[in-house]
């Protein structure tokens, strides 16, 4: 650890002449952990010494709100220097954490450094947030089909620098995709052959409306490294890589674990620093539950035995709460899996949960009202003795009903909750905990509604 | 006619392939297709068809593309239908392929069936497979690539270029170089850039960047895939204690790694089968899924007995009754947080060295408390405010500060005695074949009603044994 303690102490207090020398000797990703903690005056100062190849790569490593001031207080031609020099996809990403004036000047400012990057980047921002438009970039090398294997030799040699070789993408004269070929099978071509017939002719490719995740998702499946983003048309635009698919994935699962269990403070090393995160979300559930609470107070009995189909709550909110997590995660998991994106597939997987939900709650209901007459059977309310069978049968008959009813509806809102959250794009509140308060007050209301009707209808226990 | 029909279902490649399978009956043309689909797709067509289409399937693939197929399935489902084919080929598919998808397969054979596949397999091969398998399984050495191209740093590039030519077939990434020395040490790496950049005559030696990041093959893998996302590394060369390079660990490998502990991960919590069942019929599910609820229904039968059979004293105060789910839900809550904790802990391999899992449990545990306490607090508050807004709801001699203190302390106490017992379950008792719904977040919801109903009663009838 001590290049980590020499790094800190670089940035920390080093003089420009040190910092422009000996920044090179440390990967960007750690000078961006240490730059992230340091005073924002130290952090522009930092700014002014440092060059734009070296700032490039660190504003790679930075989130926007710590970028933004930074580039706010920068002269536009240091700014547009920075991101001529930064790869398509990072620019376009930080461009679009600034403010709709300050990114209009930084892409003016683009204007007169580099017309052809301005151009790439004015239309890299249009794509929404988090779609695979918006994070590809120019790093592909594409052949027409005509040519021959010596071509595309040529063609890697030239552009060896920036390019990503593991496979290079085949257009036809109007740019449209026709195929992809492996550098593998390059190899082992004849170089005097021509492309499309060493090609593989079905490219995988993603569209740029896609979100990222897709992308990965796509890239996971197929094993590719590299994947073409096209257009309706199938016309190429750029591609995305497996290394942002690497990110988008890991930052996705970690965010699906959340919403399972309402905190994300799970990568930490140590269950200290997730205190803070832990209890939020405990804070809010516990308010939300109290309005059970109330629901149940509106009940408050005149006899001890009205009372009594209270005692069966616990059973009731526990299995609805339960067929609810069931169902949540299970569709959570086929969204992820993307098997519901066609109207068919979310039709068949609501009609299955929802049959599941019925016929399960059937049962479940079935088992409560056997177990509550058996109780109730034994039980003897001390004013008025045994209840009689007539009484007793409907009464446990009732209270299997509305345990059916409660399960039923706990278990459709699982269902719906997860097609919600895409919806919201950042609703990790809406999590599995939030189910189970929402599962909880939906069945106690259920449970005491029937329990009023039942009351009120003039039976007595 | 039928080839109209068959592009029209061009956008569902696997129900295409399904298609050419069952009325595609030109044999030349079934091969020549066939071969030309991504192994990906193959898969997926090959789940849905029945035993004799299979059959067909394997029959028009050629031996590379059914190892490609069969690497892509899951492992168990892998062995299943390995069963389709004869012992000699099915041995000859697992040299094929990529020796750490070869090894995940033999792996989740019965040892018997794993040797009978092994003896068939070349010796050198063997010996490959044989290697990799003595990794433990969230070791860098369990994922990794054994195929890669190394050369000596002495190498020009025109005979690197050479070794590429003949490598281009078996081996899948050829973007990066290792350079080594005689002994197997790592010096270099040479990514095909810098290749394609150099002369011709030059020698790798002057070409290869000798500075790289590395792991070690009995790193644990989490950390290596962190390594990467964290430093944008393509590959990263996997080292023995002797340093001489073993494999390599792709991005390939380490999505998979992210995508598969996720699963593994939700999976565990939620207490659901593995894998593919999302997609099950319904009347599967309920067979599968139904008897766990009876189970967890049994410890809330529990739970409501016993509130049946104290109620004499728990039912004078109405405002007990009204407070039973709050005391549930938050203390489960509690014990939701800890599950998933303890999950990803587990999972993640990071309780390895000796004492590591009573430092995590105690340390949790005291996270838990302070929480609890948390917890305790809020719930005094709340039970005061509510039993002030309609202080009829108490009756006797409670008054409302008393009242509160009850709640808090059972929302404390229980959720603490719920959500330790969530912690340690998955720590001590987790084996691999072990069904996830037996330490799920349900099951364990259910424990967790159970132990705070018997915490809730315990504390309001000693309190009214007091006054």
Redesign the interface.
Known sequence: MDGQRALRELLEQGSPKALQNQILDYHPADVAEVFRKLSRERQFQIVMDLNHHELAALFEYLDNAILRPLIEEMDNDKTARILATMTADEASQMLKGLHERLRQDCLEGLKDYDEKVHQQLSTMVQYPLDSAGAIMKDDYIKILDQARVKDAWEALEEKAQRTNHSRLFVVDDDDFIVGAVRINRLLLADEESRIDDVMFPDATTVHYADTTVTAARTMQKYSIPILPVVNQNNRLLGVVTLDDALRDLREETRSDYSRLTSFPGLVKRRAFDSVPARWLPLLWHSVLSLLCVFLIMQVAPENTAAMLPVFFLPIVLGMAGNTASNSFTLTLRGIDKRFYSHPSGARAHLLKETAFAVTSGLLIGLAVAIFAGVVMRLYTVPETGSLNVYDLLTSSALIGAATWGAVILSALAGLFIPFAHKKIRRGAWLSLPFLHVLADILSTAVYIASLYAFLSWGWTL | MRKRKLTRLSRNKSAEIHGLIKHERRDNILRTRLN?Y?P?DLKEALLMMRHAERARLYDYLNEKTLADVFAHLPERKARELLNDVSVAYGAKLLEIMAPDDAVDILQSMRHKDAIEYMALIKHDHRNALRRLSSYKHHTVGSEMTSDFIALEPDTTVSEAFKA??EN??E?????TLFIVDEANRLEGIVE???L??ASKGSVLRDVMTDVYRFVFTEANIYDA?EM???????VLPAINKKQSIEGVLT??D???V??E???A??DR??G?PTGDA??E??SK??KR??PW??V??A???A???L??LL??HF?DV??F??????V???S???T??SL??SI?KVRRH?LRPAGAKMR?FL??T??TA??AV??GA??LL?AWG?SNV?P??LTGSLSSIEFAMIIAASVALSGLVASMLAAALPLWFRRRKTTPALFG??MM??IS?FIS?VIYVIIVLTFSTIT
């Open positions: 030309k991504h990906y590429l030519h281009a077939e081996v899948e990434a050829i973007d095909l850039k810098q394609l950049d895939v990467m996302d964290r430093y944008n590394l393509h991005l390939t380490a999505i998979d992210v995508e502990s996720a699963l991960d939700t919590y939620s659901l999302v997609f019929s319904a599910h309920l899924r139904l609820f009876f967890m229904m410890w809330l039968f739970a409501s007995g509130l049946f109620d004499a039912s109405w405002l009754v009204a407070f039973l789910p709050f549930l839900a938050t489960n809550h509690l939701s947080q998933a904790q990803v990071v995590y340390e949790e005291t996270v302070l929480t948390f917890l809020l719930a709340l509510v309609d009829e709801a977040a349900p919801h259910s009603d109903v």
